[in-house]
Each structure stands twice: as C-alpha cells, then as structure tokens.
C-alpha cells in the first residue's frame, strides 16, 4: 500500500523518487521565501521591528513545538497521510496568514498563526527528510536535500528584496506572491503519494518522559553561539550596507550552501570525531560576521561561510540523528530540529542586545572563540590516554555505534560526552 513500504535503498526507483522529492521541495521553498519576505517587510512598515522580531520569535516556538507533534503524528500515520495531513494543515493557514497581515491584523494574532502554521511546516518538513532518509541513508543526501532547499530560500529572499515596491504595484505583487505561497504546497501533496515511509514503531511509555538527546541539546548549544548573525541577515545586511547589500548576501549564502554536500560526502569517507566537526562548523556561522560590517565583499564571504557551514552541520545532525533512531526516524529529526531551533531562538533574542552595547564585531568575535575553546577541548577529549578513562580501550565515537534496537531513556549528562565523541 502506498505510504507503507519501506524499501531498501538499492530499489531501482530511488533515483527517481529522490528526484521527485527534491522538486516538490524546490517548489515549496520559493514560493515560502519570496512571499514570507514581502509579508515580513509589510508586517514591519505597518507594526514596526519589535513586531518582526515577535513574529520570528513566534516562527522558532512553532518550529520546536514541531518535534512532540511529528513524533506523535508519525506514530499514528504512514509518509504518504502524514505529509498530506501536514501540507494541508499549513495550506490553510498561510492563507490565513496572508488575510491577517493584508488586513492589518494586530500582531498577537499574527504571531498565533505564524506558530501554528510552524508546526504544521516543520512537521512536514521531517517528514520530507524521512522520506529522502528512506529512499538514500546517510548525511551526503540529506545534506544535498538541506542545501537544495536553503540555497532556494536565499534566492527567494534576493528575489523578494529586488521585486518592485512602488504604491502602484506593491499590492499586485504581494497578492500574486500569496498565491503562490499558498499553491506551494501542491507538489508536496502529490509527492507524497509515493511515499517509502511506514508508520513509525510506537515509543515504551518510559522513554517518553525521557531527556533529550544530546543531539538535540549539542545543537542548540551551537545554534546560540553561532548561528543569530546570519538568521539575522537581512537586516544586519541593509543596516550595514543597504538594501541592496541584502540580495548580494542571500546569492553569497546560496553559493556557500551549494558547497556544503561535497564537504559533507567528503568528510563522510574519512574518519574522524564527529562532535569536532559540529563544533567547527558552528565557529565557521559566526567566524566571517567579524568583518563583515566593513564592506559588501567581505559580506559576502562571511554569507558564503555562513552558508557552507550552517547547512553541513545541519545536514551531519540530521544523518547522525536518523542513524541512532531508525525506528522513529521523523520523530528524531523533529527532535534534532527543535533543539536547533530553540537554540537559534535564544541566539537571535540576545545578539540585538549584545550588538547595541559592543558591536557586531566584538560579538562574532566571542562566539567565534567560544566555539574554537570548545573545538580545542573536544580534540583533546578524544586524545586521552585509554587509561585516563579506566577503559583498556578507546571508546568507540557515539556516531559510529550501531543502533540500538528499542528506545531508552538517557540523561543529559551521560548524552552530552558520547555526542562530542
């Protein structure tokens, strides 16, 4: 039945199916990106910054909330009803979105919607990773899968910056872009018609009041230090450079995602601690914004970094997460996602105000040290003397252990160490 087997990723329609999956994503993330952008800049000329900043706020609780839901929803439908369940959900309330901010909606309103239509995205969103999971295993796929999409969304974001914002067309544009925002979500529907993905395995009644993952908790962690200067680009960009300077930036974050799949295919066939490679990627986010600020070149190459490493290290978090949790694959990346987002919630929160009182410089500078101190003492973590840990041999790294075959509850100290690896 369609949306129940799971097929083995030899199966001679993988390379299609996979195919199929990367379009209707494709489709999807444009259509987001250009009509999220333009309601974004309506929502801050009638309410102002503040508002934007609750209605992000707004997206990333809707993004965390996501993990229960998916996990929930995965156990109880296949691929095929959870992401039509999913697509539906969020068709109806980006519609929805786009009438309230079109009619001046206050913004407590607004911020609803936005949560909820989060949930709906995000939890479709894992679902659309299970299925590229299912068709192709391992971090190269969903890597290409997360920088196809991201490379798409900065173009969407160029795209929005640069279409016509006179009196005279700007509401034919943003009615037009809604539309589409809306009809986005077919090619997923469709999609999802073939879907490899079962219902996922229920989870013991124990395990779900367990901690979360290290994972989960390792990129949130990360996300706060290092991702908040390129979540917050767009206006970082024009505040520094102007608008223009917004377009340049998205195509250089494009560019950077572009490169993030070979960097993961090649880091994937050679050995090496997987904890160290997160925490590198991370230092890489905030590393360029140090100068960023001094012209639009240097912009540009801290976008194109930016880009490169926060897409690797989604997509090496993803895969490790799909790896340890093959019988809740959706549930784990919803999980792994939500750490991540609330990570960046808190990043995106406090860099505003860290910025007013020490610069955008000195504040990347931080991160960036923070990040390479804990790089520094993952590497000389791994590099103990067996002996230093009473073990007569070295302990295998976390991401390189087979699966378990159910799930167990795990508390956050004992996750944390075999993460870092």
């Not at 290409?144 to 969304?153: D, K, L, R, S």
């Not at 840990?389 to 790294?397: A, V």
Request: glycine share 12%; hydrophobic share 55%.
């Amino acid at each position: 039945m369609p949306g129940t087997d799971s097929r083995p990723p030899g199966h001679p329609g993988g390379r299609r199916r996979l195919g199929a999956l990367v379009a209707a994503g494709l489709v999807d993330s444009l259509c987001l990106s250009v009509a999220w952008t333009l309601l974004v800049l309506r929502v801050a000329d009638e309410h102002g910054l503040a508002a934007v900043g609750v209605c992000s706020a707004a997206m990333l609780v809707g993004v965390a909330l996501s993990a229960p839901v998916a996990g929930w929803v995965a156990v109880r439908l296949d691929g095929r009803r959870l992401l039509r369940t999913a697509a539906g959900a969020e068709m109806v309330l980006r519609g929805g979105l786009a009438v309230l901010v079109l009619s001046g909606a206050p913004v407590l309103p607004l911020a609803l919607c936005i949560a909820a239509m989060n949930v709906s995205a995000w939890t479709g969103y894992a679902g659309m990773r299970a299925e590229v999971t299912a068709v192709r295993p391992g971090a190269a796929a969903l890597t290409w899968y997360g920088t196809a999409i991201a490379a798409v969304e900065a173009a969407g974001v160029a795209l929005a910056a640069l279409l016509p914002t006179g009196p005279a067309v700007e509401d034919a544009v943003l009615s037009a872009a809604v539309v589409a925002y809306v009809l986005g979500l077919v090619p997923t529907v469709l999609v999802a018609g073939g879907s490899w993905v079962p219902r996922a395995a229920a989870v013991p009644g124990k395990a779900r009041g367990a901690a979360p993952s290290g994972l989960s908790v390792l990129g949130g962690l990360l996300m706060l230090l290092g991702s908040a200067p390129t979540l917050l680009y767009v206006a970082l960009s024009e505040q520094a450079h102007g608008r223009t300077a917004v377009a340049a930036a998205a195509v250089a974050f494009v560019a950077g995602s572009l490169l993030a799949a070979p960097a993961a295919s090649a880091l994937q066939r050679r050995p090496g601690s997987p904890g160290l490679r997160y925490v590198l990627a991370a230092a890489g986010m905030a590393a360029g914004w140090v100068v960023a600020p001094l012209s639009i070149p240097l912009l540009c190459a801290a976008q194109l970094l930016s880009g490169l490493c926060m897409t690797l290290l989604e997509g090496l978090l993803d895969s490790a997460a799909a790896a340890r949790e093959p019988y809740r694959v959706t549930g784990a990346l919803a999980s792994v996602t939500a750490g991540r987002a609330l990570g960046s919630a808190a990043g995106t929160a406090v860099l505003p105000l860290v910025i007013l009182q020490t610069g955008l410089p000195a504040a990347a500078a931080a991160a960036t040290a923070a990040l390479l101190l804990l790089a520094v003492l993952t590497a000389v973590a791994r590099r103990r003397p067996a002996g230093a840990t009473g073990e007569g041999t070295r302990r295998i790294p976390a991401a390189a252990r087979p699966p378990v075959p159910a799930p167990r509850s795990r508390s956050l100290t004992g996750a944390l160490p075999g993460v870092l690896g």
